[in-house]
């Protein structure tokens, strides 16, 4: 059972998200949270699988809660998906920055929504590259090129393969469609993402884009 815990604060969107959620059978909304101070209180006493946090919230923001949250190792297991009603690139960046899994709209179909938080809860991310690279592209884009750089020494940790393998999951491509382009297999493909991960601090994949924007190996356009 994959338990979910709800931040917003709208009683009515927690509650359109809580029915859709409880009628799968494999999903259990365990508590809601109307801020995000309240929202990092109920995952400490319940460690849920998977956080829907809204951006937008009163006390403290949902950027803040994800970064509180993230930042807790004994809350390592949870998952964080932002959740917005308009596309602020800066909040977005700014979440997964702080360590979220993803982001969805509200007005995301039913099925997309349980689909996502099934993906998160098994320790993928949440990546749209049509979206998130975009978004980390443009947040980052103008900095990388008014100021050329050196190699982050960040870089130096991982090796050739494992660069190259960075850069085709911030180009959104699954462990299958990275184990084609190299012709590997994918349980080798996955065994590169992981280590990759390891070696950066990476949680998930999102992190994973969000270091190689960052650091440049991937660059805007």
Do not use: W
């Not at 947040?139 to 982050?152: I, Y």
């Not at 991960?197 to 356009?221: E, N, S």
């Amino acid at each position: 059972m994959i338990r979910v815990v709800l931040a917003d604060d709208q009683a009515l969107v927690r509650a359109g998200f809580r029915s859709l959620l409880d009628s799968a059978a494999d999903i259990e909304v365990v508590g809601e949270a109307a801020n995000g101070g309240q929202a990092i209180a109920l995952v400490r006493e319940l460690r849920p699988d998977v956080v829907l946090m809204d951006i937008r919230m009163p006390e403290v923001d949902g950027v803040t809660a994800t970064r509180r949250i993230t930042d807790d190792p004994g809350l390592g297991g949870v998952r964080v998906v932002v959740l917005t009603t308009f596309a602020e690139e800066a909040n977005v960046f700014a979440a997964l920055r702080s360590g979220a899994s993803g982001f969805l709209v509200k007005d995301i179909e039913p099925d997309e929504l349980l689909h996502a938080v099934r993906i998160v809860a098994r320790g993928d991310a949440l990546l749209s590259p049509s979206v998130t690279r975009a978004v980390i592209a443009r947040s980052l884009g103008a900095v990388q090129e008014s100021r050329p750089r050196p190699e982050p020494p960040e870089l130096a940790l991982l090796t050739g393969r494992e660069r190259e393998v960075v850069r085709l999951v911030a180009a959104g491509l699954s462990n299958d469609e990275i184990a084609a382009h190299l012709v590997v297999s994918p349980l080798t493909a996955k065994t590169h993402v992981s280590r990759a991960m390891i070696k950066v601090g990476a949680r998930d994949r999102a992190q994973l884009v969000v270091f190689a924007y960052r650091t440049g190996l991937v660059t805007p356009g």
